[in-house]
């Protein structure tokens, strides 16, 4: 596609549910990033897929959190039992090498509110 | 680890003048730094990038920034602002001692333009 894609937009779930939430990134790009980004909190990471190698996690807030990125392409983020606290938008990015010359380019985010 | 500090969390300017937007980095190696933009309700856009090459970086818009090893900062400017500059904008930093995908974003500084 022309950009880096996620679904839902917006996510309304009830406190204890589990939630997916999906990245298409760009066609070719072999990195894949997720932040959060909450009011008072900023941009947080999450966790950063590159190519075949074991993915970063060290930005998952607790063990409710996992993702998955599937033949080096699309990716999930789950969360279990979600909390309130959860609710943040939740950015997804590709690029290209994920080296330092390469830029991210972000989807539009999908909003999660849990009530 | 790599850290980054905006240091106005917000900045108010009047169309037509100069806009700046400061940025201080903490790195042990040579680092990759970014401004990005975000509009209300839309994606982060890269407006510009560092990674070794120029000091003075041009970007989209009309903006640029100026890396400083000894002040370890990474200003952005403009000469003169337009209504449509009005956004949150990011200083990233990325450097080696992490992986490289694990962007680092300050708290960000909202940007209000006055006619």
């Known amino acids: 596609g022309a950009g880096v894609s996620q679904s839902p937009s917006n996510k309304v779930t009830e406190k204890g549910k589990d939630v997916e939430l999906r990245c298409d990134p760009i066609s070719g790009h072999t990195a894949l990033y997720w932040y959060r980004q909450s009011l008072g909190q900023g941009l947080e990471f999450l966790i950063y897929?590159?190519?075949?190698?074991?993915?970063?996690k060290s930005g998952l807030p607790s063990d409710r959190f996992s993702a998955e990125r599937t033949g080096g392409s699309v990716s999930t983020l789950t969360i279990q039992r979600t909390q309130q606290e959860d609710s943040a938008v939740y950015l997804c990015?590709?690029?290209?090498?994920?080296?330092?010359?390469?830029?991210?380019?972000f989807g539009q985010g999908t909003r999660l509110t849990v009530v | 680890a790599q850290s980054v500090t905006q240091l106005d969390s917000h900045v108010s300017v009047s169309e037509g003048t100069p806009v700046l937007l400061r940025c201080n980095y903490s790195?042990?190696?040579?680092?990759?730094l970014f401004w990005y933009v975000q509009h209300p309700n839309k994606g982060l856009q890269l407006l510009l990038k560092?990674?070794?090459?120029?000091?003075l970086v041009k970007g989209i818009n009309g903006f640029e920034a100026e890396f400083k090893k000894s002040e370890t900062s990474f200003h952005l400017t403009k000469p003169s602002a337009h209504m449509s500059d009005a956004a949150e904008y990011f200083c990233v930093v990325s450097d080696i001692t992490d992986s490289w995908g694990k962007l680092q974003f300050g708290a960000g500084t909202q940007v209000v333009v006055t006619p």
């Open positions: 990015a590709s690029s290209l090498t994920g080296t330092a010359n390469t830029e991210a380019f």
């Open positions: 897929f590159q190519g075949n190698s074991a993915p970063d």
């Open positions: 560092y990674t070794s090459a120029a000091t």
């Open positions: 790195s042990s190696y040579s680092p990759s």
